[in-house]
Each structure stands twice: as structure tokens, then as C-alpha cells.
């Protein structure tokens, strides 16, 4: 597959709060006050963004800066992720996935996960992947510092994935329609569906793990279980497998086409009215398809 060349999408770097370093330890209770406050100066700085409202995302990113950047919720993150706290969340793609069968396979599937925190999670551990990570702030050596949204363009077969994770990405991504692109991105770096592999495992690739809070689906004014289904059909996914925990949504999106080349809009439009909801929401325009290759 040569991909078409691409206008640049707008990095998710500038959305990103300043980094600073630290090197203290937290406990469980520290790290998760720590990750809430994150989100909590995080939105506001976005919504103080939208309003063009310059001295106060000046303000809030100071404050964030104050916490230790996101260097350090990274950090809190990884804590979380922590075998011993059962957070690791790529263990539930390894228990949707035929893992004896791909035990058999002569060459490891590869696999690009966005947003890596760790090169010691359990698909990095199982040996059945031909591992990527990538990050906008690297915590390893093993994970390339790199924006997704600024990832070249494969230009071989042999650059393009089996599978991606997003795990707890989109919802970092500061725009809706950013999010909605980032997911058609990701159809540029998957084989093609004619190219899955063959046996048992076939039928489970390609394909995209997502890993979004539970409060972007089941709390948003904008978007729900539903609608995600919506999109991700619109893009050329069919949902495999899907978990719910307390806090967090799993899915698991067999690619089974590629988008129309004319994307129809994919609009914000109010679902669930409620003072106490969020404004989740991912979306697309019909320019979107030009900003990025498809194949």
C-alpha cells in the first residue's frame, strides 16, 4: 500500500502541558488525587482555550507545571498500570485474543501502541507481538518520543500494523474532530483487511484496541456506546469485543473496509441533556478524509 501524501494534522503536542521533571515516589491515594486534578486543570485549560482566553490557560498550565507536568502524571499513570493493581489494561485484549494460536504463528504480529507508558505490559510480555511504542513524552528508552498524529506515512507493507491500541489516548486529544481524525489515521498504518492473517487468528485482525474513560460513553451530553458504533462504522470498523469496569470502557474494532474517500459529516449534537454531564464527544467533517491518507 504507498499512501497518499497528506496535508499535516494538527499536532497533539500543543496541547500538552509543560513537562517537569521529578523523581519522588507516590502512594495509591497521592497518585490518584494527582490523576484527577490532571484532568480536572487539563479541561479547563481546554475550555479557556476554546474561549481564546489566553492569561487563563497561561494560569492553569502554570498550575499544572506546579503538579509536576505531565511528566509526573505519567508517572502516576504508570503506578496505576502497576501489575500488583491489576491496571494494566492490555490485559484484557490479551484475554479477547486467541492467544494459543498465535503462540503457533512463525513471525510475531506487529502491533503499534499509541500512548505507551511501559515496555513491561502484558502484550509487550507475551512475545506475540513485533512490538512499537510511541509517546509524546517517553518514560523509556524502548518508547519512541513521537505524535501519532506527526507518525510518517507507511510507505511499505512491511511498515504497516496487525493492530493499535489507543489506551486512554482519545480522550487526551483536546478536539473533538481531532479525536475523529486520529481515528481515521489509524486506518493508514493497518493492513489492509485482504492481508489479515491466516487461521484461527485471522478474524481477529486487523484491528484497534480502545480503552476510553467510562464517563465519555455512559456521562457525555454528545456521545454515547451507540454513537461510538456510529462512527467507528462510518470509518470502516465493526466492534469484536466490549468490557465495562467501574471506570473504564474496552473495545475492540475489526477492521472490515476502508472509510468512503467523501466522508458524511459526523456532527456534535446533544444526547443526553444534564447539568452534570460532560462534553465528550469525537467527530468528523467532510474535509476530514483530506487531512490524512486512507489508503
Not at 33 to 59: F, G, M, P
Not at 73 to 85: E, H, N, P
Not at 105 to 111: A, E, I, K, S, V
Not at 166 to 193: C, H, I, W, Y
Request: aromatic share 6%; proline share 5%.
Amino acid at each position: 500500500m504507498v499512501s497518499k501524501k497528506p496535508s499535516r494534522a494538527k499536532s497533539l503536542a500543543s496541547s500538552r502541558p509543560p513537562t517537569v521533571k521529578s523523581s519522588r515516589s507516590m502512594s495509591r491515594k497521592a497518585s490518584r488525587a494527582l490523576i484527577n486534578t490532571h484532568h480536572q486543570l487539563d479541561k479547563q485549560r481546554r475550555q479557556a482555550a476554546a474561549k481564546n482566553d489566553k492569561k487563563a490557560v497561561e494560569q492553569i498550565s502554570e498550575e499544572i507545571a506546579k503538579l509536576g507536568g505531565i511528566d509526573r502524571y505519567q508517572k502516576a499513570s504508570l503506578q496505576g498500570q502497576s501489575v500488583d493493581r491489576g491496571g494494566d489494561t492490555s490485559k484484557v485484549l490479551l484475554e479477547w485474543l486467541p492467544v494459543t494460536e498465535l503462540k503457533k504463528r512463525d513471525r510475531p504480529l506487529r502491533m503499534l501502541e499509541v500512548g505507551a507508558l511501559s515496555t513491561r505490559n502484558a502484550c509487550s510480555t507475551s512475545r506475540l507481538f513485533d512490538m512499537q511504542h510511541i509517546d509524546l513524552n517517553s518514560q523509556e528508552p524502548g518508547i519512541k518520543q513521537q505524535d501519532f498524529m506527526d507518525r510518517p506515512l507507511p510507505k511499505q507493507e512491511t511498515e504497516l500494523f496487525d493492530i493499535i491500541s489507543l489506551s486512554l489516548v482519545l480522550n487526551f486529544v483536546p478536539e473533538a474532530e481531532g479525536r475523529g481524525q486520529m481515528l481515521l489515521r489509524t486506518l493508514s498504518f493497518l493492513r489492509d483487511t485482504s492481508e489479515a492473517p491466516s487461521g484461527a487468528a485471522g478474524k481477529f485482525f486487523p484491528s484497534l484496541f480502545v480503552v476510553l474513560p467510562r464517563s465519555c460513553v455512559q456521562n457525555s451530553r454528545y456521545f454515547t456506546d451507540d454513537r461510538f458504533d456510529e462512527l467507528m462504522t462510518v470509518l470502516g470498523y465493526t466492534r469484536m469485543k466490549t468490557k465495562m469496569t467501574q471506570k473504564l470502557t474496552y473495545s475492540l474494532w475489526l477492521r472490515v473496509g476502508s472509510a468512503p474517500k467523501k466522508l458524511p459529516i459526523f456532527s456534535k449534537k446533544e444526547l443526553n441533556p444534564g447539568r452534570t454531564r460532560n462534553n465528550f464527544v469525537m467527530t468528523l467533517n467532510s474535509s476530514s478524509s483530506q487531512s490524512v491518507s486512507i489508503g
